[in-house]
């Protein structure tokens, strides 16, 4: 397959540097690759690497985590578009893993989209510093600096974040998109009602989790973005006080 045309993508070559570069939005070609971009607008990272992981499409929305921010155009040929982040701190301070989400629209319930997972590996700066800390004696922290700092003794290092990004498809809806929770609660013995729910979400098409609770561990939830279908489902399964299954297609 010609990679340049893969899913939608369109080629341009960059004013700047003449490298030929992929995006992925309608409207305006875009005139400078992300890296010339970044440089010229003196951004506090520089982009290196955009790289599509998975595509899908099809997909029709039965729930969304969240409601969308919309993020206004910054330059003169940037897009207006849509945000949504979801990080697991909304369930519990001791919290792991974020969601974040971009859309051309606000999609919602009912909408038939494609989503692309995107890994975007940026440029910033770090410099490296030890703290005293109560609970784990002493620790190695990593303090961020853009990369246009005038700090001294920083390095330059390469960290990555990954996305999705959704567009309106003309497709037929062949899968849903669903959120979903799952909660457990832990009491002492004797001191009200104690459950847990369990995520099963290896059959899904795809997945992306997020989790938090309270420090204790007595009481946490997992969230979770799926794409499912009758032959993928999403299942959580509950036990304890509160028994039961919910089933995702
Ligand atoms: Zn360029």
Redesign the pocket.
Known sequence: MDREHIFGARVAV?L??G?KFLYYHEGTPQK??P??TDQKQARPSIVQKRELLNYYDGVEIVSLPSKWEHMPPKGVRDDSFFKMTIKGSQYGADWLGRIDIFASEPFKKEDVISIREMEVKHEIKIKKKTRQTMKYGTVEIEEEFPVTTAENDVESIIRSRRYLRFERSEEFQTSHMVYATAYTKITLKGLGRQFRAVVEDETCIASWTIYGGVRSGRAHTTGVLAIVSPDHPLIITKTGDIQGEERYE
């Open positions: 960059c700047c540097c490298k400078r690759c890296i010339c």
